[in-house]
């Protein structure tokens, strides 16, 4: 399944959403900051493969150069698991993370888009 | 703002040829039948808009979420909106309207799908895939807990321990209305909601659900009764298409733990 994220491959995604359930469950207005993209370039420290929701976190080291954990949403589990990803999302290994940032003001996040260790990006929006 | 087909030349429109021989289809096609005759409804199940793929060359994936801009935001903004816009909602009586708009407003972490609880019949909609008998159908869903139901056709009624339970998915028994699947689930219980907006039912709910299979395209709708409502409430229908993938599988069930309620700022926001 690597093979999905090879370069010059072209990729076949199919993922269900069933939108009913996505948007009853997440309420993401109320939760995160939605017009806010922000990013930073970590180190996976834990993966948490659940639903509703996987969560990523990742030590990110500050202008200062404190280490702070941050903890990053994904999108369903099986959307990930269908593009074959889950084993390219490895705790010891970095990635750069675009995220809507968490309205309490917490280290979370909302992943829109990740940059894998080959280089690759995942995106949940539109490519600029 | 960059569209991923405009990358695309040639060779990539007859890979995609390559890929569409795996999207199903929805092409006129005889219904299967079983040796008696009926309506054959086993196989892989899934939403006709289900694919949803984005090809880049430069390796790049986009996940297609279908919201403005395929933004994940959006999605759920829209997705919220859109299902808020529906016309067809179940009526309530009326000493009920204060609970349900309180429900509806302030009650996000009520919802028992939010907290990681089963969805229930008949939120959780048709099956992703079905196994057919002579004498009962197997409802089998791919999600977090791998729910699945038995559907006896064999004429048996629900047994009295059916009907004193109170369960998530009730407890189904069908029957043969010419081409069309009736089923018919009882000993429910009063906690699963039949929608997001503080759909409430109570224990006495009956649900009847009714299938058709045209070809490789599956007809699901179901009724609600109950004495909560003042009438019947009839869900929009469903429409499932064979997966034609031959390799189609389920992946397995996914652990359920709810993160999020502890960040939520604002239980009025939705979507």
């Keep these: ?128 | 703002m960059t569209r991923p087909f405009s990358l695309a030349g040639g060779a990539a429109i007859a890979l995609l040829a390559v890929y569409i021989s795996h999207v199903p289809t929805t092409q006129a096609q005889d219904t299967p039948r079983m040796g008696d005759g009926r309506p054959d409804f086993s196989g892989y199940w899934i939403p006709p808009n289900r694919i949803n793929r984005i090809f880049d060359e430069s390796g790049d994936v986009v996940l297609n979420l279908g919201g403005r801009d395929n933004d994940i935001g959006n999605f759920e903004k829209d997705s919220a909106v859109l299902q808020r816009a529906h016309t067809n909602k179940p009526l309530y009586k009326p000493e009920h309207w204060p609970t349900i708009q309180d429900l509806d407003w302030n009650g996000l972490l009520d919802d028992p799908v939010f907290i990681c609880k089963p969805a229930g019949v008949p939120r959780m909609g048709p099956p992703g895939k079905i196994v057919q008998t002579p004498t009962e159908l197997i409802f089998m869903y791919e999600g977090t807990q791998s729910p699945y139901r038995v559907i006896p056709t064999d004429g048996r009624e629900h047994h009295p321990l059916q009907i004193a339970d109170t369960s998530w998915l009730g407890y189904s028994i069908g029957h043969w209305e010419g081409d069309t699947l009736v089923i018919e689930t009882v000993g429910f219980n009063d906690e699963s909601w039949l929608g997001w907006t503080g759909y409430i039912h109570s224990w006495d709910m009956t649900v009847t659900e009714r299938m058709r299979r045209e070809g490789d395209t599956l007809h699901w709708e179901a009724t609600v009764h109950d004495t909560m409502l003042l009438e019947p409430w009839t869900l929009n229908p469903v429409r499932r298409v064979v997966n034609s993938d031959p390799e189609a599988f389920f992946f397995g069930p996914i652990p359920c733990e709810e993160r999020d309620a502890e960040g939520i700022v604002d239980q009025n926001v939705r979507g």
């Design chain 1, 1 to 128: 399944m690597k093979t999905l994220l090879r370069p010059s491959v072209f990729v076949c995604i199919s993922i269900i959403l069933g939108a009913s359930v996505a948007a009853a469950h997440h309420a993401v207005q109320a939760q995160f900051d939605v017009n806010d993209v922000q990013t930073f370039t970590g180190t996976m420290t834990e993966v948490e493969l659940i639903n509703p929701h996987p969560y990523f976190h990742l030590d990110v080291e500050t202008p200062g150069g404190e280490v702070v954990n941050w903890s990053i949403e994904s999108v369903a589990l099986n959307a990930l698991r269908r593009m074959g990803l889950l084993k390219q999302l490895q705790v010891g290994l970095d990635y750069t993370v675009e995220y809507n940032p968490a309205r309490n003001g917490e280290r979370v996040g909302l992943m829109t888009a990740i940059t894998l260790p080959n280089g690759n990006r995942l995106l949940m929006r539109s490519q600029e």
